[in-house]
T-cell receptor
Framework: DAGITQSPRHKVTETGTPVTLRCHQT?????MYWYRQDPGHGLRLIHY???????DKGEVSDGYSVSRSKTEDFLLTLESATSSQTSVYFC????????????FGPGTRLTVL | GEDVEQSLFLSVREGDSSVINCTYT??????LYWYKQEPGAGLQLLTY?????DMKQDQRLTVLLNKKDKHLSLRIADTQTGDSAIYFC??????????????FGAGTQVVVTP
């Protein structure tokens, strides 16, 4: 998985609780992305980062925030989890440049009850 | 929602060729990608094609691009059981703020039968 880890790999939580997912890379890539995967929807971009402390919104950013204080870590926070945020979350990294090939982590399965 | 469209399911016999089809949104899209997802795993980049190419071949994989019809296909020759997976087509739409923002199709589940 190109030196990308995600933690936790599985989480069950209750509606209204805060949740933070972590993505860690050892490749020193500049770009990091958070996607969610839902049946019938493919992957949809939540937020992405183009450098330390530089982040921007993706297609489905409502209800999510991110932070990147170090090159290697990109955190995704659900301030108050809802059942609609039950999903599989993937982190990806990229070097940037013309093709911006993205490499994906193993995913985190989040269930909000 | 999905602007990149794929058929959801494909069944193929071992040893036959598989063809997975995709239509994408914008004829100006510069790069188009195929990713593979095996059960319980993340996505693995299979191949990509530049919009100035009509075809790209990489071992058992052949990508065909028809820009006029905005149609992309992935052909897998001599399909093996290890090719059973979900295959995603993706594009990076044109536009200054779209760079790096992959748009994925819903994925095609390929099942290879003996």
């Amino acid at each position: 998985d190109a030196g990308i880890t995600q933690s936790p790999r599985h989480k069950v939580t209750e509606t209204g609780t805060p949740v933070t997912l972590r993505c860690h890379q050892t490749e020193n890539h500049r770009y990091m992305y958070w996607y969610r995967q839902d049946p019938g929807h493919g992957l949809r971009l939540i937020h992405y980062s183009y450098g330390v402390k530089d982040t921007d919104k993706g297609e489905v950013s409502d209800g999510y925030s991110v932070s990147r204080s170090k090159t290697e870590d990109f955190l995704l926070t659900l301030e108050s989890a809802t059942s609609s945020q039950t999903s599989v979350y993937f982190c990806a990294i990229g070097k940037g440049g013309v093709t911006d090939t993205q490499y994906f982590g193993p995913g985190t399965r989040l269930t909000v009850l | 929602g999905e602007d990149v469209e794929q058929s959801l399911f494909l069944s193929v016999r071992e040893g036959d060729s598989s063809v997975i089809n995709c239509t994408y949104t914008d004829s100006s899209s510069t790069y188009l990608y195929w990713y593979k997802q095996e059960p319980g795993a993340g996505l693995q980049l299979l191949t990509y094609i530049f919009s100035n190419m009509d075809m790209k071949q990489d071992q058992r994989l052949t990508v065909l691009l028809n820009k006029k019809d905005k149609h992309l296909s992935l052909r897998i020759a001599d399909t093996q059981t290890g090719d059973s997976a979900i295959y995603f087509c993706a594009e990076i739409p044109p536009g200054g703020d779209s760079w790096g923002k992959l748009q994925f199709g819903a994925g095609t589940q390929v099942v290879v039968t003996p």
